[in-house]
């Protein structure tokens, strides 16, 4: 199963150091690690969730570094997308696989796949084992639906402000974090409660 | 993308000051009291969730707001759901109220108090009694609770299997088996009326029922599958969907669980099948086989499988369910999506084979026919390949009890996918995750594996940073005493690899007339015929060719303007990690022969890669660190490749091209060139040392550096002094010509600057250690004992001597408390 997917930058941002990525969502599927599997249970509930957030930004981090060594061995220049160009943005994305050690951050090894679409960075962090060329669709599915329903290309901030939208997309397109064999007409009967959520 | 605007806003969610958080808090808990919730309060909880989310500190919500925000989990609005969800899973429950959310209910909560109440169980048991409440849920009947909590079931016992496998009990699992066959196995072959998840009006007055269809529009002629598709879908289609989607990671959980006790497993599942003979007349999950019309190969070559336990019955549905899979996967689909997930389902279906067969070996010959085939049809298109790497698993765990030949699928594998597929992120990372995972079985069924090492590199030359940690892991297992010096050479190119795999992905992406590879003068000698050899070496797919090629300079002159290439120096970066497991590992797996090969192949190729001048740098840090270790370890290969080493040692050019290690080679050679280290050290090769280093040292003090060269570094000249003297102090007839120098050495530098040295402190330091030598030699048997110590001296072990070592040890915790 898939146990966590980010949004997050993948370009310099003004007020953090050079590396640094600033997590624009995340949603970590499944109970509390800590609490259910016993290692950290000595670890109060706001420590626990404090280790949670610094796990999330490795994520972030290392693949902010991924995607940008990435660009720059390929040495494609990004071409600007505006709203209404999502699809072409998403063809141009950069996509590619984080191998996270066991330990590094999370107990287990994890594999954690990324979708570069300009300056922000989707990802999905799943267990090695799972079949990731599903995950991949799936992400590149969930990556097209933030960039219309919360318009991240425009330069608003409605991926803060209208993050529940995320939350209802990851409630039909990744249940609990599974990941699911749709064909086009089970996507399509999903995609359809989406639109008359996001109508709404 | 990212505006400024997100990122004040994330500002001020933090630094929010408290006064006005509480006043937000308020204003917040008096909209929710009001009848209607408008939207300013849905614009509210969104601020309230960005305010807690921003942090990574938790913030405690007022009891009153908390408790104003627990019904609006239930209420009928989804979109209050979503962010009531959101918000609570970012705080703490309120003490004493962690099971506040109904959990008797849990089975009927929406999908998002579900989430909530998932993320906030604090033990195994709460997951537990979860988990008992979600299978007693799947037991009861289905129109008992509302249709769409159904649908949430797996993917959150999944979640819970995940993290705590152990939550399930003996007849939980059963339990969960009966269910996924008849899911997976007997869901309805008709169409769903409009509606996605039977309404309240489907069902009595449905017109005459549509068959469902196959992807190709034809009509399906068996049971559905998640290739099924019509124009709406039933309960039970949408829990097919579901139930295979985690099948996978049940068999193997379950896999798992039943391993660890096969005797008590055994006299379970016989208790099973004969409670389960008994029960047979009433048991309601054993339908008929196929409800009449339809049969089709898979049904038909399928066993009575009724009398078997669960578990069992569960594996062959399973295995029953891939096969047809697999047959759909050849139909062609209409839309681009749907040819997508033929693939994923295509790479799903081999590994619940895969996973069924390991656990019931009889199955294997049952599955080899379809396997074989599938590989068959798919092997000629690299398109496929992220498929055929689990079919590679399939014929690794099971062609050997089968018997059958899986060369062809090696050649695949370690032959076109890395040559061809070099540039593919996804499969380079499935690839050698395979391998790293396989390791062992590798190792010892498939010994083309080692062989291969110079194509499986290629993935490193592409995309080093994605791909190192895996060869970390992976290249221990690629040195043998028959690899080490070509994979050597090999590392040691690989920013050539490098280049030319760029080059390479040119000229088949640009036609040759196209302009964007014009003005690449290694453009044109990769198409070249005149330099072909020399980069189809480089491209080779296996090793065993030679270890290297005679004109390597030629191939790094060509390839000199690739030095500021982005992927090429990212490759550079990481050879030195690179090298150091290797000659951890080689130390390991080489004779002193072999060890010996090594140390040329260092001398060698110290001067001979490609320039730049960081990676020479690095590589040359490297080599000394190991010339060193191998030195020390083995004594005596000084004195066998005691002539490549002086013939190095003695040529003053080194000393300002190859500091590092002309350094390290000339203290080698003072400190093991004695008849300690091997008696065959006679005083004819002391000698012979001693003035081809004697004359490097003159040749370096006595005038300026060659034009172009800096100054010789002061480590370097006190290195040699130093050997000198260590030589001296073994061979007594030396010692008056060292004198001699160093005494013409301390005359020159007072009288002011000298050109090899312009830092007077290091002149100072130069001169003060030659002092330091002579005087030494002035006693020659001292000088011995110090410059050549017995090894009982410089491997002391006293302190392992409890007589010796008590009053040390004494000694030293007086010191330490002492000096508080």
């Not at chain 2, 006043?23 to 509210?44: A, C, N, P």
């Not at chain 2, 193997?252 to 029960?279: F, I, K, P, V």
């Not at chain 2, 003035?691 to 550096?705: C, D, K, R, Y």
Request: charge should be negative.
């Amino acid at each position: 199963m898939v146990r966590c997917f980010l949004i997050n930058t993948v370009c310099p941002v003004g007020a953090l150091s050079a590396g640094e990525s600033r997590v624009l969502y995340s949603r970590v599927f499944g109970p509390d690690v800590g609490a259910v599997s016993g290692q950290q249970q000595q670890l109060s509930p706001e420590e626990r969730r404090l280790l949670q957030e610094e796990k999330l930004s490795v994520v972030a981090r290392q693949v902010r570094s991924a995607v940008s060594l990435s660009r720059e061995a390929s040495g494609r220049l990004l071409v600007e997308a505006v709203p209404g160009e999502e699809a072409l943005a998403l063809q141009d994305a950069d996509s590619g696989v984080v191998r996270l050690r066991a330990g590094d951050p999370f107990s287990e090894e994890m594999s954690a796949l990324w979708l570069g679409v300009q300056s922000l960075g989707f990802v999905l962090v799943c267990e090695p084992h799972e079949n990731l060329l599903l995950a991949e669709g799936t992400l590149r599915n969930l990556t097209r639906h933030c960039l219309e329903h919360v318009h991240l290309l425009g330069g608003g901030s409605e991926v803060l402000l209208k993050s529940s939208r995320i939350d209802v997309l990851l409630s039909r397109l990744l249940p609990h974090g599974q990941l699911l064999f749709l064909n086009h007409r089970f996507a399509q009967s999903l995609e359809k409660e989406v639109a008359a959520y996001m109508a709404k | 993308m990212y505006s400024h605007g997100s990122e004040s806003l994330i500002k001020q969610a933090r630094e929010i000051q408290e006064s006005e958080l509480q006043k937000f808090y308020s204003r917040l808990v008096k909209l929710l009291q009001g009848k209607e919730i408008g939207h300013e309060t849905v614009d509210s909880l969104q601020r309230l969730h960005l305010i807690l989310s921003a942090t990574k500190y938790t913030r405690t919500l007022p009891s009153e707001l908390q408790k104003r925000l627990v019904p609006l989990l239930s209420s009928p609005s989804e979109q209050l759901q979503v962010l009531s969800s959101a918000v609570l899973r970012e705080t703490l429950p309120l003490s004493g109220q962690e099971h506040n959310y109904n959990q008797e209910h849990f089975s009927q909560l929406n999908s998002h108090a579900a989430a909530l109440l998932l993320s906030q169980t604090g033990s195994r048991a709460d997951l537990s009694s979860l988990c008992a409440q979600l299978l007693r849920s799947l037991e009861s009947r289905p129109s008992e609770g509302p249709s769409h909590t159904l649908t949430n079931t797996l993917p959150i016992l999944n979640t819970i299997l995940t993290h705590s496998p152990e939550c399930l009990t003996e007849d939980n699992m059963t339990v969960l088996s009966k269910k996924l066959v008849d899911w997976l196995r007997y869901a309805s072959i008709t169409q769903g009326g409009g509606a996605s998840s039977g309404g309240f009006f489907t069902g009595p007055r449905s017109r005459q029922p549509v068959p469902i269809a196959e992807l190709d529009g034809s009509v399906s002629g068996d049971f559905f599958t998640v290739l099924c598709v019509g124009q709406g879908f039933t309960e039970d289609q949408w829990m097919n969907v579901y139930s295979f989607s985690m099948l996978r990671h049940w068999l193997l959980t379950y896999h798992s669980g039943s391993n660890g006790n096969t005797t008590a497993d055994a006299a379970n599942r016989l208790q099973l099948s004969l409670s389960l003979s008994h029960s047979h007349s009433f048991s309601n999950d054993d339908r008929s086989e196929v409800d009449g019309s339809v049969v089709s190969m898979v049904s038909a070559t399928s066993s009575s499988s009724r009398l078997l336990p669960p578990k069992e019955r569960l594996r062959e549905k399973a295995f029953q369910y891939c096969q047809r899979l697999i047959e759909q996967c050849d139909r062609k689909a209409h839309k681009r999506t749907d040819t997508d997930l033929q693939k994923a389902c295509l790479v799903e279906a081999v590994c619940i084979l895969d996973c069924v067969c390991v656990e019931d070996a009889s199955l294997v010959y049952r599955a080899f026919p379809c396997i074989k085939a599938l590989y068959g049809r798919l092997s000629s298109d690299l398109s496929f390949a992220r498929v055929l790497l689990p079919l590679a698993q399939f014929y690794l765990n099971h062609g050997e009890m089968a018997a059958v030949d899986c060369e062809c699928v090696w050649k695949l594998v370690f032959s076109r996918f890395p040559a061809e597929l070099f540039n593919d992120p996804f499969l380079a990372h499935e690839l050698l995750r395979f391998l790293r995972v396989n390791l062992e079985s590798l190792q010892l069924r498939v010994p083309q594996y080692t062989r291969s090492f110079p194509n499986l590199l290629k993935f490193l030359a592409w995309d080093s940073p994605a791909v190192v940690d895996d060869f970390v892991d992976l290249l221990p297992s690629l040195v043998t005493a028959g690899t080490a010096v070509e994979l050597l050479h090999t590392l040691l190119d690989l920013p050539c690899l490098s280049a030319t795999l760029v080059l390479q992905f040119r000229s088949t992406c640009l036609p040759i007339s196209e302009s964007g590879g014009r003005g690449l003068m290694s453009l044109d000698a990769f198409r070249s015929p005149s330099y072909r050899g020399l980069f189809l070496f480089l491209l080779r797919g296996e090793a065993g060719s030679g270890d290297t090629i005679d004109r390597l300079s030629t191939l790094h002159e060509l390839l000199a303007e690739a030095a500021d290439w982005p992927r090429v120096i990212q490759c550079t970066q990481t050879v030195p990690v690179l090298l150091h497991i290797f000659f951890n590992k080689v130390i390991m797996v080489a004779d002193e022969k072999l060890l010996a090969h090594l140390i040329l192949v260092q001398l060698e190729r110290s001067g001979l890669l490609l320039n730049i001048p960081n990676y020479i740098k690095e590589i040359h840090r490297v080599f000394s660190c190991h010339l060193l270790r191998l030195c020390k370890l083995h004594p005596s290969l000084v004195v066998d490749q005691s002539h490549e080493l002086l013939e190095f040692a003695g040529t003053t050019a080194n000393v300002y091209s190859k500091e590092e290690i002309y350094t390290h080679v000339v203290w080698v050679l003072g400190e093991y060139l004695s008849v300690s280290c091997d008696s065959r050290c006679s005083v004819r090769l002391i000698t012979s040392c001693f003035e081809a280093l004697e004359a490097v040292l003159f040749e370096i003090t006595s005038s300026a550096p060659p034009p172009g060269a800096c100054r010789p570094a002061p480590r370097v000249i006190t290195t040699l002094m130093s050997a000198l003297a260590k030589l001296a102090s073994r061979s007594h007839d030396l010692i008056p010509r060292v004198s001699l120098f160093l005494s013409k050495l301390r005359t020159v530098a007072r009288g002011g600057s000298v050109p090899w040295c312009s830092d007077e402190e290091d002149l100072v330091a130069i001169v003060t250690r030659g002092e330091e030598l002579w005087s030494l030699l002035k006693a020659p048997g001292v000088a011995q004992s110090v410059l050549t110590p017995p090894p009982h001296v410089t491997t002391p072990q006293w302190h392992r001597d409890t007589n010796v070592a008590m009053p040390l040890r004494l000694r030293l915790l007086t010191s330490l408390t002492h000096s508080q």
